[in-house]
C-alpha cells in the first residue's frame, strides 16, 4: 500500500527530479505550491507526511502549519526552509513538527526522513501489538477471576492504554481488543449487579469513593486549607478523552488524576445532583423536596445545582460563597475565558463545561457526524480537536498563570451502544436508552440490571412507577412497537445512564499550575 505524501512549496517546479525519484520509491506525491493549497487538501483527502515550505509567499510555512495542526493534529509535518535562524527553529519546534530540514535538500536526504518517521510510527504499533497480545491472556484471567473494585479501575486503565497506543492499521488486532474489551465490561456488568447495593451502606468497609463524595475529598480540603480552587465539571467525558486532554495540559501543570464510580443511574439528574449536593437522589427527595422533582424532562432536574451546592458547603461549615457557571454555548465560554482572573478572586469556582455532553446527543441525531467519527477513536480524535481550540483550553491556560489549584472531573461518561434488547413497559415509563424507571419493567435479565426496590439502590420513585432497569455492557432499550425504526435509528450510538466500566469508572484531576 502506497504512502501519500503532500508537498507544498512555490519552487515545486524545481523539485522535480526529487519527486521521481521518491515516486520511483513506491510513494505517491502531491505537489502543490501555496499554503491555502495545502490546507485545503488536508482538509479533503487523507496523507501520512507533509514535507512544508518556511518561506512561501502570501500564507508561509507556520502559518499553514498552524492551519494543518488544527485539521489533522497528529499528522507529521516536515518543515523545509532557507533559514538556519534559531528563532524560526524554535517556532517550528514550538509547534510539535516531526522535523525540519535545510535547503538545499537532496532526494536521499528525503526519503531517509521520511522513512524515518513512517517506519517509527509502524514500529512502535508492531511492538505495542507484541506486548499486547503477550498479556492478552493475563489481561483476560484478571477480569473473569474474582475481581474488587480497585481492580476494575487498573482493568479499565490498562484497556484504555491499548486502545490509545495499538493505533488504527491492524483490523483484526483491533477487533481483538473491542472483543475484550466487550468480555471485560460483561464480566463488570456482573460485578456491579453484584456489588452495588452494598457500596451504598454507611456500614460498608470496603467501597470505592462514589458521586456524594466528589467535592468532599478532592475540593473541600484544600478550601479548608485557604486555597483557590477551581472545580470543572466536563460533562460526560470518558476517561480516554480526558488523556488526550492531559496531554495538551502538561506544559501549563502538574497533574494527579485518580478515580471514582458514578452512581448508578449514570445519567446528568442522578450523577451530577449527587456530586453537586453531596447526597444521594433519594436523599435530596427526603431532604429538600422541592428541589427534586421526578419527571421525564432531565434538564429541569438539574436547575437547582448552585442551591444544592450551597447547601452541601453549609453542612461542612465551609462559605457558601462560590461563583458557579454552566457553559452550554459557545458565548458563555468566551465570556467566562475572557474574564477568567476574575474567578481567582472567589475562593472556590464551579464550572460546569457541556460540550462533550453535547457532541455525543449530536453524533446522535447526525449522519455527518457518525460519518465524521465511525468509532470510538474517531470519536475521541473529534473531541481531541474540539478541545485544542475551545474556550475551556483558554480558561486552563489563563489559570495557568495563576496561584490556584485546579480540579476537573465529569459526573458520567458514555458508552457506544451497539445492541439493542427488548423493554416492556406502559406509556409512563421513562424515555432514557440506558436506564429506565417505570411500573413493572421487564427486560431480558442477560442486558439490565433490575432494581425492583429503589429505596435500597438510594433512587427515588413516583407511584406508579416501581422500578427501574438499567442497561449493562453495550445495549440500549427498544420497546416492541416500531422496533426495527428504534433499533436502526440508536444504534452505534453513544449513551449513558447504564453500567459499563467507560459510564461508571471516571477520572478526577488535580492539576497545579507549573509557573
Request: hydrophobic share 35%; net charge negative; charged share 25%.
Amino acid at each position: 500500500m502506497s504512502n501519500y505524501i503532500l508537498w507544498a512549496d512555490d519552487e515545486i517546479d524545481q523539485l522535480k527530479s526529487h519527486i521521481i525519484f521518491l515516486e520511483g520509491k513506491g510513494f505517491s506525491i502531491v505537489p502543490v505550491t501555496n499554503g491555502r493549497d495545502a490546507v485545503e487538501m488536508i482538509r479533503n483527502r487523507p496523507f501520512d507526511i507533509v514535507f512544508l515550505d518556511e518561506q512561501m509567499p502570501g500564507m508561509d510555512g507556520l502559518a499553514t502549519l498552524e492551519q494543518i495542526q488544527a485539521i489533522r493534529p497528529s499528522l507529521p509535518v516536515v518543515m523545509i526552509t532557507k533559514s538556519e535562524e534559531e528563532e524560526i527553529m524554535e517556532d517550528a519546534i514550538g509547534n510539535k513538527i516531526a522535523d525540519y530540514l535545510i535547503k538545499p535538500v537532496n532526494p536521499n536526504q528525503i526519503l531517509l526522513t521520511v522513512k524515518r518517521i513512517l517506519d517509527k510510527k509502524r514500529i512502535e504499533i508492531e511492538r505495542a501489538a507484541q506486548s499486547y497480545l503477550k498479556g492478552f491472556k493475563e489481561l483476560s484471567d484478571r477480569f473473569t477471576n474474582q475481581t474488587s473494585w480497585k481492580e476494575w479501575i487498573e482493568i479499565y486503565k490498562t484497556l484504555t492504554h491499548w486502545d490509545l497506543n495499538l493505533g488504527s492499521g491492524d483490523e483484526a488486532l483491533q477487533q481483538v481488543l473491542q472483543d475484550q474489551f466487550q468480555q471485560a465490561n460483561q464480566e463488570f456488568g456482573r460485578f456491579i449487579k453484584t456489588e452495588y447495593r452494598s457500596w451504598l451502606s454507611e456500614n460498608s468497609a470496603d467501597r470505592p469513593q462514589l458521586s456524594p463524595a466528589l467535592l468532599s475529598n478532592h475540593v473541600f480540603p484544600h478550601i479548608r486549607e485557604q486555597k483557590t480552587v477551581l472545580f470543572f465539571l466536563i460533562d460526560c467525558m470518558r476517561y480516554d478523552q480526558w488523556l488526550l486532554f492531559e496531554n495538551m495540559l502538561n506544559d501549563y501543570y502538574t497533574i494527579d488524576t485518580e478515580f471514582y464510580y458514578s452512581i448508578l443511574p449514570t445519567a446528568t439528574p442522578y450523577s451530577r445532583n449527587a456530586i453537586f449536593s453531596g447526597l444521594y437522589p433519594l436523599e435530596i427527595e427526603e431532604k429538600y423536596p422541592d428541589l427534586w422533582n421526578m419527571g421525564q424532562d432531565e434538564l429541569s432536574l438539574n436547575r437547582h445545582e448552585e442551591v444544592l451546592l450551597q447547601k452541601y458547603l453549609k453542612r461542612h461549615k465551609l462559605p457558601d460563597l462560590v461563583k458557579y457557571e454552566k457553559v452550554i454555548q459557545p458565548e458563555d465560554g468566551n465570556r467566562i475565558a475572557d474574564k477568567m482572573s476574575n474567578y481567582t478572586q472567589s475562593p472556590f469556582t464551579a464550572i460546569i463545561y457541556n460540550f462533550v455532553d453535547t457532541l455525543v446527543h449530536s453524533r446522535s441525531d447526525s449522519e455527518v457526524l457518525k460519518q465524521l467519527a465511525p468509532d470510538v477513536s474517531a470519536f475521541r480524535s473529534l473531541a481531541e480537536a474540539w478541545f485544542q481550540h475551545s474556550s475551556l483550553f483558554r480558561m486552563f491556560r489563563e489559570l495557568a498563570k495563576e496561584d490556584v489549584l485546579v480540579v476537573v472531573s465529569t459526573d458520567h461518561g458514555s458508552v457506544r451502544a451497539m445492541r439493542d434488547t427488548k423493554v416492556f413497559g406502559d406509556r409512563d415509563t421513562a424515555t432514557n436508552l440506558r436506564y429506565k424507571y417505570g411500573r413493572n419493567l421487564k427486560a431480558h435479565e442477560s442486558a439490565a440490571i433490575f432494581i425492583d426496590k429503589p429505596h435500597h439502590y438510594q433512587l427515588p420513585v413516583q407511584p406508579p412507577a416501581n422500578n427501574y432497569i438499567i442497561a449493562k455492557e453495550d445495549y440500549y432499550f427498544v420497546y416492541p412497537t416500531n422496533y426495527k425504526k428504534y433499533q436502526n435509528r440508536y444504534r452505534d450510538t453513544f449513551q449513558h445512564g447504564g453500567a459499563s466500566m467507560e459510564e461508571m469508572i471516571l477520572p478526577v484531576a488535580t492539576m497545579r499550575p507549573k509557573r
